[in-house]
């Protein structure tokens, strides 16, 4: 397939572009910053584009048979956070300008304000205080795109994330905010990548939100 990565320089975005690669696709990376790829490959495209414009996203996504979005921004308790909602606006904009219909998106476990209630202590108490700001917008653009009616996505919601490589572990999944029974409150970031590519020729989370472990 022809992919376009939002947030390709990031960390979670590397390990999905090198995967990506390795499993024969093409891929466009999109970048504020293309001195932060490292990669070289024949079938990688890096490209320079802003996140929050239609008109800057238009181009790379030409010609891709999808979209995946590891976009990712800092916690702002005073002033919020905003990014994931305001570059949405732009992402579907330029996806349909392009027609492109396919969107795999990454959020986060406990994106719902209410839904870290079983939660450990030291999340519900701690870490959950400290990243609202980002799970309020996460939460917020996923509302926004259940009211995408003419675009096929995916919103895949992993727990927190540890700078590794994939495993062979099988996936756990949930229709829901977190996974039942999961052990533990981290997952490879390469897990998370090679989740997100599964999911673009897969149909059983289309318009869903769905989270996501490892074994």
């Not at 990688?44 to 990712?72: E, H, I, M, Y």
């Amino acid at each position: 397939m022809k992919i376009a990565v939002l947030g390709a320089s990031g960390q979670t975005g590397q390990y999905l572009v090198q995967q990506a690669l390795q499993g024969g696709h093409t891929v466009t990376a999109v970048v504020r910053d293309p001195g932060k790829i490292t990669e070289s490959h024949e079938n990688l495209k890096v490209v320079q584009a802003d996140v929050f414009s239609a008109d800057s996203l238009r181009t790379p996504f030409q010609d891709q048979d999808a979209v995946v979005s590891c976009l990712g921004f800092p916690p702002s308790p005073w002033w919020g956070v905003t990014g994931y909602t305001r570059s949405l606006g732009a992402v579907l904009s330029a996806m349909r300008d392009a027609r492109v219909g396919r969107l795999v998106a990454m959020t986060s476990w406990y994106t719902q304000p209410d839904s870290g209630a079983g939660a450990p202590l030291v999340v519900r108490y701690v870490l959950l205080p400290l990243i609202r700001s980002v799970l309020t917008d996460m939460f917020h653009m996923e509302t926004a795109l259940q009211g995408v009616h003419d675009l096929d996505w995916t919103v895949v919601r992993p727990p927190g994330l540890q700078n590794l490589p994939a495993s062979e572990k099988a996936f756990l999944t949930h229709e829901g905010y977190s996974v039942p029974g999961a052990v533990g409150l981290h997952v490879a970031r390469g897990d998370v990548a090679r989740f997100l590519l599964s999911q673009l020729d897969a149909d059983a989370w289309l318009k869903k939100g769905v989270a996501m472990h490892t074994k």
